[in-house]
């Protein structure tokens, strides 16, 4: 099945400070979702972005499904973006698919 | 829209007894999938209801099982608990499943966390 790799594994940042998550997969993907997992374990969705450039506020994400790579950017951050990210994917296939296959994910520490 | 609902939101059972979780998806859609996450092993795919059929399963063994019922909601089943099965067990929903190259964005519930003592 398909490989997902996230880097780095821990990040801690000073409030202000914008941030880069990566996110590599070993194949192609009809589905790449990137989430942020609040303290109590719900996984909130950040982008739907199997391919192209997104943003929403202080967040932005890019995938080049050519180069198999995914990216995170979070400007300006604030405490509260502290947690885990996920990069998770799915796997193009001609038939059925997998679930989504997660990476480790990133923790995200930001301090004031 | 109300969002995913999962129950019971904590459970605590004893080795060699069953359980079963519950999920609502979002109205309208129609595909449930489940996940298991664990420190040690991650967040790991089940396995995927649509149209009251499993369409796919991950990589666990036969004690864990689900349905979808005609109004979508799933459950799943863990038989003969093992401390392994102890983890945060998570249900996303979506439109459909996938088809071909057309995949749909998963939105997941605020998760079921299961302590087997």
């Known amino acids: 099945g398909i490989q997902v790799e996230q880097s780095p594994p821990d990040l801690i940042l000073q409030e202000g400070a914008n941030s880069t998550l990566r996110c590599n997969f070993s194949d192609s993907v009809n589905n790449l979702q990137w989430f942020h997992q609040n303290p109590w374990g719900q996984l909130i969705n950040l982008f739907y972005?199997?391919?192209g450039t997104k943003q929403n506020g202080r967040l932005s994400a890019t995938t080049v499904a050519t180069e198999r790579y995914s990216l995170l950017y979070i400007s300006s951050s604030q405490t509260t973006d502290s947690g885990v990210y996920f990069c998770a994917a799915r796997m193009y296939s001609g038939g059925g698919a997998d679930g989504l296959t997660f990476g480790k994910g990133t923790h995200l520490i930001i301090q004031p | 829209k109300a969002g995913v609902t999962q129950t019971p939101r904590y459970l605590i059972k004893t080795r060699g007894q069953q359980v079963t979780l519950s999920c609502s998806p979002i109205?309208?859609?129609?595909?449930v999938s489940w996940y298991q996450q664990t420190p040690g092993q991650g967040l790991q795919f089940l396995f995927e209801y649509f149209s009251e059929t499993q369409r796919n399963k991950g990589n666990f063994p036969g004690r864990f099982s689900g349905r979808q019922f005609s109004n979508s909601r799933s459950e799943m089943n863990v038989s003969t608990l093992e401390l392994g099965d102890s983890a945060l067990y998570l249900c996303a929903s979506s439109l459909a499943t996938t088809l071909g190259t057309v995949s749909y964005e998963q939105y997941f519930g605020p998760g079921t966390r299961l302590t087997v003592t």
């Open positions: 972005i199997p391919s």
């Open positions: 109205s309208g859609h129609r595909s």
